[in-house]
């Protein structure tokens, strides 16, 4: 009886153990940007707009106050997906894409100039968004020089 019992229970404990959470929070990765091998850590965010086309966007500096990216939206997402990031070519976003504007350390305006490319949106707590951005390349708006990019962003605000 002693045996049945202990197996029972020994049963019970890994079935309850490899429970999770449904709706748990995601792992988050560090809160920044890798711009031409150099990682900018997040220092502060802001939801706003941006562009001719006032889309919502939401801005994230560095330490330095002059290192910035932002991530703009024809609205902000409301629910975790996939979007599509595209070109930042001045046309009208529609629900599922988003652009991507960036400010070097020397000033220089950077966009994203390539093939649309899946962005991971995350919705975490407090209402607050978590983006994935795989390494693409972005570049001046002018023919120059071409950068390597990445980054997980998320907002800092309450």
């Not at 009886?1 to 019970?12: D, G, P, Q």
């Not at 404990?13 to 990682?39: F, R, V, Y």
């Not at 629900?95 to 994203?112: A, E, P, T, V, Y």
Request: aromatic share 6%.
């Amino acid at each position: 009886m002693k045996k049945t019992l202990s197996v029972i229970l020994a049963s019970a404990m890994l079935m309850l153990g490899a429970c999770t959470k449904e709706g748990s929070t995601p792992s988050i990765p560090n809160n920044s940007w890798t711009l031409n091998g150099t990682e900018h850590l997040v220092k502060s965010s802001n939801r706003t707009t941006n562009g001719a086309n006032a889309e919502a966007a939401i801005s994230y500096k560095d330490s330095t106050n002059k290192v910035a990216v932002a991530v703009g939206f024809k609205v902000l997402p409301t629910a975790g997906g996939t979007y599509q990031l595209v070109a930042s070519d001045g046309g009208v976003l529609t629900d599922n894409q988003c652009h991507l504007s960036i400010i070097d350390d020397n000033g220089k305006q950077l966009s994203f100039k390539g093939e649309p490319t899946p962005v991971e949106v995350i919705l975490l707590q407090n209402n607050k968004l978590l983006f994935k951005i795989p390494t693409i390349n972005v570049a001046t708006e002018v023919q120059g020089t071409t950068y390597k990019f990445k980054a997980a962003l998320y907002e800092l605000r309450n």
